[in-house]
């Protein structure tokens, strides 16, 4: 028998232990491997008896890595990115410019797609390939080399490049009654009809903060409609459906189209809204390089 036969745990189980660990969470690793739960629990108690060791502490609100799991999930994550980021290189051949982006989707509609033909034009000899999410870069699992998200989400320990800043001002659709009667003042607003992204852990500033922001004392209970997903609270401000929370990266071109308008002249400055990632195991190729620098001015010139 092979040394590594004897060796290496049950390997049916380990990418099961990766999804939850990373995760931190047998509910959400099942979803992600679209295994059942009772099926992930059972993989990392093999992985567990043929360690000797405990990965995790079961407690009643969830799972928590021990000290000998960390680092079984930092080795595997580590291992599992080369193993992918090798398996991307042989799939490539002679393609050694690729380079792939994950991008939050919003960002990747409405601020990146319009500049992308510039990245093109730039350096014509690289193939980009883009994949975009509305979940943090903590959950993605394929491939990429650099990625761009909101600061401050879940990074899954991969390094941060830079940041880059962003305003953050209400906007809502131009025959919206608060666009009629512009400019109001902040206080005004909590008169009209709001539109709250909420998502658990809360990864983005929302209306109490930006009225507290603005000097203003919110209620406790602000009514409105509320949406997990920014993309489609956009939507709802386009529509005419109420008054939105929107970032100037993502809006100032629907602005500039008087597809949207702010009804007040006030704007929170965020100066480490934006983060840029690379791969905690990618190799500094020209690629990757040319995308980030591309990236960095891109972002600076709209400061």
Known sequence: ??????????????????????????????????????????????????????????????????PEGRELARTLAESLGQ???????????????????????????YWLMPRLADFHRRHPEIDLKLITSTRPLSEQRDPFDV???????????????????????????PDHPAAQQAPL???????????????APAEWMGWHDWFEAMGETPATDLGGRRFDSYPLLLQAALSGHGIALGWARTTQRLIAAGDLVAPVDERFFQPEAIGVYVHRNATQRHA???LLDWLEAALQQEE
């Open 147 to 173: 990625a761009l998200q909101t600061h401050g989400r879940p990074s899954g320990g991969h390094a941060l490049a830079f940041t880059a800043s962003d305003t953050i001002l209400p906007v809502c659709s």
């Open 1 to 66: 028998m092979h040394a590594l036969s004897r060796s290496l745990p049950p390997l049916a189980a380990l990418l099961p232990f990766e999804a939850a660990a990373r995760l931190e969470s047998f509910t959400r690793a099942a979803a992600e491997l679209h295994l059942t739960q009772a099926a992930i629990s059972r993989q990392i108690r093999a992985l567990e008896r043929d360690l000797g060791v405990a990965l995790f502490e079961r407690r009643n609100r969830g799972v928590f890595l021990t």
């Open 185 to 199: 003042a902040p206080a005004e607003l909590a008169t009209f009809e709001l539109l709250h992204h909420h998502v």
């Open 288 to 290: 990757s390089r040319a």
């Open 83 to 109: 193993i992918a980021r090798h398996a991307e290189t042989i799939r490539g051949g002679e393609r050694g410019q690729r380079v792939i982006l994950f991008c939050q989707l919003c960002e990747a509609f």
